[in-house]
């Protein structure tokens, strides 16, 4: 326990002045600005970012070679997130050299898991997994495998919601077939003062030796998700995930990919956010010929399983596969993977970026899968492995590089992102800035109509404004329906008391509205409707009549950043 959290926190306000300088202000207006974090009391090899977590409050970092008092010991360090303070340094308070504490980590509110997977036990290696409070810094429990024995690495994966914990132990079993271990911290089971015991072991139910069932975990909710990157399938180290219902034991699905190969590994990092779960494959090799180690992702929709035999039910297929536009051999896409209620986030560890394994992280729109962005430091240097861990809130990225050397020989350094979003949001009214369709976000326009009549063949008039409901400077560019020989239409752009015909541009899609940023009241485009005088139809000695002719003009506006995010509105006119 760290006995000097209390006076951290008492003086936290007066000691502010002397945040180091390497303690950069987050979240981060760009996407690869001065945006780096260390440790306060950085050393050589600490490995410092070799995990991380983060909340809406906090960040977590694992140091998993720190020394502490020994050698190898391993430190948990905690910052706030808005700020990048460091707030705390965890570390275990039975820690012996070699426990590597900080392995991994997992946070949920005020509660900080971390993985050990080297503490000893009663033997070697049984591994051992402890929880903190955040708040003070005290450590809660010590967790332990009922069944730990040697090698089994239990700690080597941890994940945590709310007080379901989940620790995957790989080596479990006699011929490392692994498992996983569920604690409830609201109904723990002690087995010794601070020490709790698993309310559930959790194993595959098609066992085979040396899957490695237990090298990734994720929780969320009553759902456990469960890694095996070395389970055979119908060849040799395939991989596979299962998902558990954590209150009873069942397995739920097996999940595996529909072009799996040898040596895929899938399993190797797993993710989950809601019904989603991001699954690697780091092995995958793509395109490429041979061992390439190119790297994929898959995502499985429990909401919309994709049930490849209908006589296994229980068995899926991804919804979607994630590869690098710019795949090559050898970079370890997948090598760490993370979802947020907003983005897919895909670590390449060995990236080159312009060197030699830099390491990069891919972002991906959770809902249409298209690649958003690559980021990468802009300090980066060779064998910095960046994208080793990574973790995301929002539109928030957090990613480590362990093998940074910052001053001295591999202290790590986690690194903090931003990705803004693009979304422009149209509505159509009878004046600008206002009337229906706002934050409708209907490409098809479905919800978004301005209707009107025209009276004795009279021009109507409707205005479509454009706003900018993303958190970044973007472009927007416009298209809609031409006329026909019963309707003209002109598109008119007013600005700074100047008007001017746009309409053949709008017509062919490539009116653009440049600079558009999200305080503006909007963008806003004028649409005048002019019936043909041929809707009045004469009858010989009869009243002349008009033809009721109906026109709709569809008014789409996409983002320049990323061209999928597209809002429309409707004009819809009619004669009578």
């Known amino acids: 326990m760290n006995q000097k959290l209390p006076l951290i926190l008492s003086l936290l306000a007066a000691w502010l002045v002397a945040i180091p300088a390497h303690l950069s202000a987050i979240p981060f207006t760009g996407r690869t600005p001065g945006n780096k974090l260390s440790a306060s009391d950085v050393a050589d090899n600490d ?143 002690v087995a010794a003062p601070g020490t709790l015991e698993e309310n559930r072991k959790l194993e595959p139910s098609d066992q085979f030796d040396d899957v490695k069932h237990g090298r990734s975990v994720a929780v969320q909710g009553q759902h456990g998700v469960v890694g095996a990157n070395e389970a055979d399938g119908a060849g040799l180290d395939r991989g596979a995930a299962y998902v558990y219902d954590l209150d009873t034991g069942e397995e739920i699905y097996i999940l595996s990919s529909s072009d799996a190969q040898n040596d895929d590994a899938l399993g190797w990092s797993v993710a989950i956010q809601g019904e989603h779960i991001l699954v690697s494959a780091h092995g995958e090799d793509g395109s490429g010929v041979g061992n390439t180690l190119r790297g994929a992702a898959y995502l499985f929709d429990l909401s919309d399983p994709v049930i490849p035999d209908p006589l296994s039910p229980n068995r899926l297929h991804e919804n979607r596969k994630f590869t690098a536009s710019d795949a090559a051999d050898n970079v370890r896409y997948s090598w760490s993977v993370a979802l947020s209620d907003e983005l897919a986030v895909i670590g390449a560890v060995e990236e080159d970026a312009g060197g030699t394994d830099r390491g990069a992280v891919y972002i991906y729109d959770l809902g249409s899968g298209e690649e958003l962005a690559k980021l990468t430091a802009t300090d980066a240097q060779d064998i910095d492995k960046l994208g080793y861990c990574v973790a995301a809130i929002g539109r928030h990225v957090y990613a480590g590089a362990p093998e940074v050397n910052g001053t001295g020989v591999n202290q790590g350094a986690a690194y903090a992102f931003f990705v803004p979003a693009h979304q422009p949001d149209v509505f159509v009214g009878a004046t600008p800035f ?138 819809r006119v009619a004669t009578r």
């Open 47 to 189: 490995k410092f970012a070799y995990s991380i977590a983060v909340t809406d409050r906090h960040l977590v970092v694992g140091s998993v070679v720190e020394d502490g008092a020994g050698s190898d010991r391993g430190a948990v360090y905690i910052y706030d997130r808005l700020s990048g303070i460091e707030i705390a340094k965890l570390t275990a308070s039975d820690g012996q050299d070699g426990d590597q504490l900080g392995h991994s980590v997992a946070v949920s509110g005020n509660l900080v898991v971390a993985g050990a997977r080297w503490e000893d036990g009663t033997g070697t290696d049984f591994g051992a997994a402890y929880v903190f409070d955040l708040e003070t810094g005290e450590q809660l429990y010590k967790l332990t495998a009922s069944d730990g024995a040697d090698a089994d690495n239990f700690g080597y994966a941890v994940a945590i919601d709310g007080n379901y914990v989940l620790i995957g132990a790989p080596g479990a079993g006699a011929t490392d077939r692994g498992a996983a271990y569920f604690f409830d911290l609201g109904d723990p089971l």
């Open 434 to 571: 206002a009337g229906t369709g706002d934050n409708v976000y209907d490409a098809g326009g479905s919800g978004q109509t301005f209707a009107t009549t025209s009276i004795a063949l009279r021009p109507v008039k409707a205005w479509f404004t454009s706003q900018n409901d993303g958190d970044a400077v973007d472009t927007f560019r416009y298209s809609a329906n031409p006329g026909n020989r019963d309707f003209g239409v002109t598109y008119t752009r007013r600005a700074l008391g100047r008007t001017t015909n746009v309409s053949a541009a709008v017509i062919a899609g490539t009116h653009l509205e440049r600079n558009v940023t999200p305080l503006e009241a909007g963008r806003a485009l004028c649409v005048e409707v002019r019936p043909s005088p041929s809707l009045k139809k004469s009858r010989k000695g009869k009243k002349p009549v008009i033809l009721r002719k109906p026109f709709t003009s569809l008014l789409r506006c996409a983002s320049e950043t990323h061209p999928f995010r597209i809002d429309g509105a409707i004009f």
